[in-house]
């Protein structure tokens, strides 16, 4: 499966990053490009024994064989870059990272407005600054990494990169990020994000044509939550959250996540609208207890199947990976059980 683009069915916060990392590792994945709008979007890949909580570099930097790279319509903050440059040093990422240089840059100026006004009292945005930072590129006046001199070494023509590697029959993974229901355009407007972040943006992010893609992987978590803003159908009360075990802190802003049942209707229509060929679900463990550190489908307790069996019958798809505990391992590996493409190489 030379590319696979992976997105979030929900609100964000499905555990993006983990299926990601897993994919890049077991799968040899030679190049991760990520989509999406910037540093808005947290990612947190839980490696060994370590925790690492990512904004600007792809969530395959667990990897060593793989390549970073940022597309070029993804927003940038240097200071953000670097210090996941160093947080990572351990994998050697600045030495395999690679910035389009057509990404804009985000500036004291954009974090500034975007913590005060409609988006902050309203919208209730992460403040980071991609929103003004996406109206100047409209406006056509934004800085691009090409003119920023800390970039310069960075600089990477990623829609070639990208391209050549598929071309080559190597896996290419497009990372997306935040969810289908923030999408400026299909989300719940005006309580989203800046720009569209559906499959299909996320290969214009990265310069990336619909043919080269051969799998579109939508994430979903066994609940659903979001941050900030705007409607979440069956929203629990924070006190039952925390007796369930979904309640939960964003990584980017610290604020607390809402949360509500796994919503079928939006799972539906989120494999419509990402043109989805199979689905992972996260968070199994948190769901039914009974799972976690489960490797095999077979070892899961039969209400977790009959879960599984009833969101695939639902949407269309096949669930293909299953998410039973944080670290990038503690995961179900269906593909090969059920047909889909899938590496037999392992990290």
């Given at each position: ?53 990512m904004r600007m570099l792809p969530s395959a930097f667990a ?34 990272t690679g910035v389009d240089p057509q990404c804009a840059i ?242």
């Open positions: 499966m030379p590319c696979t683009v992976v997105v979030c069915g929900f609100f964000g916060d499905t555990g993006k990053g983990k299926v990601i990392s897993y994919l890049a590792l077991k799968d040899s994945v030679s190049v991760t490009a990520r989509a999406g709008v910037g540093p808005n979007a947290g990612h947190t890949v839980i490696y060994g024994d370590k925790t690492y909580k990897s060593e064989k793989c390549k970073l790279l940022i597309g070029p319509g993804v927003l940038v903050n240097p200071d953000v870059l670097f210090q996941e440059m160093k947080l990572t040093e351990i994998f050697k990422s600045e030495d395999r985000i500036e004291p100026k954009h974090i500034e407005a975007d913590k005060k006004g409609h988006l902050a009292t309203e919208v209730k945005t992460t403040g980071t600054g991609t929103g003004p930072c996406n109206a100047e590129r409209a406006l056509r006046s934004v800085k691009l990494a090409r003119d920023i001199d800390q970039l310069k070494r960075f600089l990477v023509d990623v829609p070639l990169e990208v391209n050549s590697a598929i071309e080559r029959g190597e896996n290419v993974l497009i990372e997306g990020t935040q969810g289908t229901y923030l999408s400026l355009y299909h989300g719940t407007y005006p309580y989203c994000t800046s720009k569209d972040v559906t499959a299909s943006a996320a290969c214009s992010d990265v310069g990336v044509g619909p043919r080269k893609v051969d799998e579109v992987l939508v994430v979903f978590k066994a609940y659903t939550t979001r941050v900030g803003g705007g409607p979440l159908s069956n929203e629990i009360s924070w006190e039952e959250a925390e007796k369930r075990g979904w309640a939960e802190i964003a990584s980017v802003t610290g604020r607390r996540r809402r949360a509500a049942p796994f919503n079928f209707e939006l799972a539906k229509r989120a494999v419509m609208l990402n043109g989805a060929t199979q689905a992972a679900v996260t968070k199994m463990d948190v769901l039914f207890p009974d799972c976690r550190n489960v490797k095999a489908y077979r070892g899961l307790p039969n209400e977790a199947k009959r879960f599984v069996e009833k969101i695939e019958s639902e949407i269309g798809i096949p669930v293909t990976l299953l998410g039973t505990g944080a670290e990038v391992w503690e995961i179900v590996d269906r593909r090969l059980d059920l047909g889909t493409s899938s590496s037999s190489e392992s990290f």
